[in-house]
């Protein structure tokens, strides 16, 4: 059974019956919430059930409400409107790795990421080595130049020559220097493979900031790894997986004293 009920516990209220998102959790001739064997197939083990029931009556796949954790206070309005304001890419870094202290609860918080479909099929990579940096780097420019050379680079980036000479000198124009990178990838028949790695790495991006850590956005370290398999065999990649996001982190070397201001957006 993937749903049990502790009898003692469950006041028979409804919430987790009302709040299951593939309505399969159902009231049992007794009126306890139950799943019936043939439709336990449908269940996303998203936990919904179980979070929401208040007397902590329920199991779900084998976790029970005493593992979950209790929410604390959130954030003021204003204090999350900051951190979103405050949010820099940061293309400084400073030459260090972070502490395990702060690498662990951002790894951590990867599992609470929510997914299309709640597909918790998504891989993540996290360089947290700068030797590993080095080989990407390293494997990154060499590949750069030889796109140069060969003219290929013209056709994937017309505007390439912005960067010529600092390419051509061995300049780290990918992934500036980070210490860190975390790569996203999801299997090529998720339900929302292109949003999952985006939505993840967002939560992790803004997690991150609050710890003082800075973050970038590496578009072209995506393709970096898709087009060069001496790169992607390092992430040891599932069979059947593609990219979807690269983020690079670490300690900045940069601060900003002020936020900007930015032009609003067209909102109808």
Same mark, same amino acid.
């Given at each position: ?13 409804? @919430?987790?019956?009302? *709040? ?5 959790? !159902? ?24 979070? =929401? ?11 029970? @409400?005493?593992?979950?954790? =209790? ?7 204003? !204090?999350?409107?900051?951190?979103? %304001? ?8 400073? *030459? ?16 609470? &990421? ?14 947290? *080595? ?14 750069? !130049? ?25 300049? *780290? ?9 975390? =790569? ?21 991006? #803004? ?7 800075? &973050? ?9 790894? %898709?087009?060069?398999?001496? #790169?992607?065999?390092?992430?040891? #990649?599932? %069979? ?6 690269? #983020? ?10 002020? @936020? ?9």
């Amino acid at each position: 059974m993937i749903i049990q009920v502790d009898p003692n516990r469950c006041v028979k209220c409804g @919430a987790c019956v009302k *709040d299951c998102i593939v309505e399969i959790l !159902k009231p049992g001739a007794d009126g306890f919430p139950a799943v019936a064997p043939e439709l336990e197939r449908y269940c996303l083990n998203c936990q919904h059930c179980l979070a =929401v029931c208040p007397q902590g009556a329920l199991t779900c796949h084998g976790v029970t @409400a005493g593992q979950c954790p =209790v929410p604390g206070p959130l954030p003021e309005p204003e !204090k999350m409107l900051d951190l979103i %304001r405050q949010r820099r890419s940061i293309r400084q870094f400073r *030459d260090e790795n972070l502490s395990p202290e702060i690498m662990q609860p951002l790894k951590d918080s990867l599992a609470w &990421t929510p997914t299309g479909c709640n597909d918790h099929r998504l891989f993540f990579h996290i360089t947290e *080595d700068r030797s590993e940096m080095e080989f990407f780097r390293m494997e990154t420019g060499r590949m750069l !130049k030889l796109l140069v050379r060969t003219g290929i680079m013209r056709l994937i980036y017309p505007n390439y020559h912005r960067y010529l000479q600092e390419i051509m000198n061995g300049k *780290d124009v990918i992934f500036r220097n980070a210490p860190h990178l975390i =790569v996203a990838a999801t299997p090529k028949d998720a339900p929302c493979g292109e949003a999952d790695p985006w939505i993840a790495l967002s939560y992790f991006d #803004l997690l991150a900031q609050s710890y003082g850590v800075g &973050t970038c956005w590496c578009g072209f370290g995506v393709y970096a790894f %898709r087009w060069n398999a001496r #790169l992607r065999k390092r992430l040891n #990649l599932p %069979r059947g997986y593609k990219i979807g996001a690269v #983020l690079l982190f670490g300690k900045p070397a940069v601060q900003y004293p002020r @936020a900007t201001r930015p032009p609003q957006f067209e909102i109808q």
